[in-house]
């Protein structure tokens, strides 16, 4: 038994080192300083009208004075027989960054037990060979405090959490208003603890108080997919939120670009069409 016992609490600790060491956890947030540039982004209304003629992924590369930079527009897909993935491989190597940015804040990954691609799509597919080759890895996100910050500056309070909540949720035509309210109940009980929810949205009741407060018209939110093309301030948030997303990566890449780096990063293919106009005005060198 005292064997036993000895072999468990070893087997134990080389678990602890092994998921210690070996583990992915969240990229690091890429810290702008106070110099911040206003790029131009394609309207919502002409990518509206473009929209449907765009075959991703969309691969855009651009040299500055110092340094360049390849943007990969991506469909968000976590199945790695995905063709993209090929394209994104060789891309990589072809390019041959130095720095890699990611969207989203990826999450835990414990290699080889979890596949990167599964796990976080194409973000993770680059994350794995950043993390192959040594390369400084970023999320292009802004800080979890900052977007709502921003946000808070053309919508309430209530508003913010409202959209907050509603952007990871995922209904279904049909769904019936129980499970609506599970899915619901179980994003505020992952999230409510984060800045633009905390204190303001702490439960299903409450989301519901609000949403009641904003929709008195007794609109239904149990089919939503997301806040794109969704009912009342939630589209608005939506466009000025990715708005100021693609404008901190813009951001960022000027950042490294300037420092000579080659900046290679991941994105949702609406945002690399929307961002091109500034992506040549980058290149050119006239901004």
Known sequence: MKRLALALAALLAFAIVYVTLMAW????????????VDYPLLSWDAYEAIARTIEPPIVYRISTDTGEALIFGATHSSDPTHPQF???????????PDVVLVEGRM????PPFMDPVQSFGESGALAAMAKRDGLALYTW???RACEPELLRKRFSDRQVALYLLLRPYSGSEGVSPQVARDRMSSIIADR???????????????FD??????FPGGESWHEMRG??????F???????????????LLNIIRTLTEDGKRVMATVGWSHAVRIEPALKIMAEGTI
Not at 86 to 96: G, S, T
Not at 107 to 110: K, M, S
């Open 141 to 143: 996100e802004l800080c």
């Open 107 to 110: 999450g835990f990954v414990l």
């Open 86 to 96: 090929a394209e994104l491989d060789r891309q990589f190597d072809q390019f041959k």
């Open 25 to 36: 956890r969240s990229p690091p947030t890429y810290v702008l300083d106070a110099d911040h």
């Open 234 to 248: 939630l589209n608005a948030m939506f466009e000025y939120g990715n708005d100021i997303r693609d404008q901190h």
């Open 227 to 232: 806040v794109y093309r969704s009912p009342g």
């Open 209 to 214: 108080a609000a949403w009641s407060a904003e």
């Open 192 to 206: 409510g603890h984060r800045p633009g929810i905390k204190g303001i949205i702490a439960d299903i009741e409450a």
